[in-house]
Nanobody, 118 residues
């Protein structure tokens, strides 16, 4: 079982950058495909980026963030990162990390809030 703690959110202006981080502790972390998800107010949670384990050779992005966001992982530190550039108002959401496949509802962390505002 992987425990998840997200951090790094905050307020940012349109066009700005932010990096959110996820500490994913658990003995099986390195082999797990991981994803960054987000949930905007009143909307369903969506997967925006994913990275395969352990080497990160397969990376996928939602069309809405492609070219602006970069996912990465550091297995030695049990961390997953999401670098977000050229942020837009519509990127405002709570960002979560979790497994890409086989997510258990009780496994979600508290998330980290990103607000894009003038």
């Amino acid at each position: 079982q992987v425990q998840l703690v997200e951090s790094g959110g905050g307020l940012v202006q349109p066009g700005g950058s932010l990096r959110v981080s996820c500490l994913a502790s658990g003995s099986s972390f390195s082999g797990v495909d991981m994803g960054w998800y987000r949930q905007a107010s009143g909307k369903q949670r969506e997967l925006v980026a994913s990275i395969s384990g352990p080497l990160g050779t397969r990376i996928n992005y939602a069309d809405s963030v492609k070219g602006r966001f970069t996912i990465s992982r550091d297995n030695a530190k049990s961390m997953v990162y999401l670098q977000m550039n050229s942020l837009k108002f519509e990127d405002t959401a709570v960002y979560y990390c979790n497994r890409k496949y086989g997510v258990r509802e009780e496994s979600w962390g508290q998330g980290t809030q990103v607000i894009v505002t003038q």
